[in-house]
């Protein structure tokens, strides 16, 4: 995922939101350095229009 700049607490807000209904990530991999990823499948048609809408009209750094 690219690095959003503008609105980050939104944004942060609606990816946790979505996160939180779709229920534990069925992918999960912890890096050498102790970091925890994770990675959903998002399909439900409103949580991606509006992820959609967040991330186009984002900055990117």
Same mark, same amino acid.
């Given at each position: 995922?690219?690095?959003q700049t503008e609105k980050a607490d939104e944004l942060q807000t609606a990816l946790t939101k979505v996160i939180e209904q779709?229920?534990?990530?069925p992918v999960?991999?912890?890096d050498q350095a102790g970091r925890l990823h994770e990675v959903w =499948?998002? =399909?439900?048609?409103a949580a991606v229009?509006?992820?959609?809408?967040?991330?186009a009209a984002a900055t990117w750094s």
């Open positions: 995922m690219l690095l779709a229920g534990p990530a999960t991999d912890q =499948s998002i =399909s439900d048609p229009a509006e992820l959609t809408l967040w991330l």
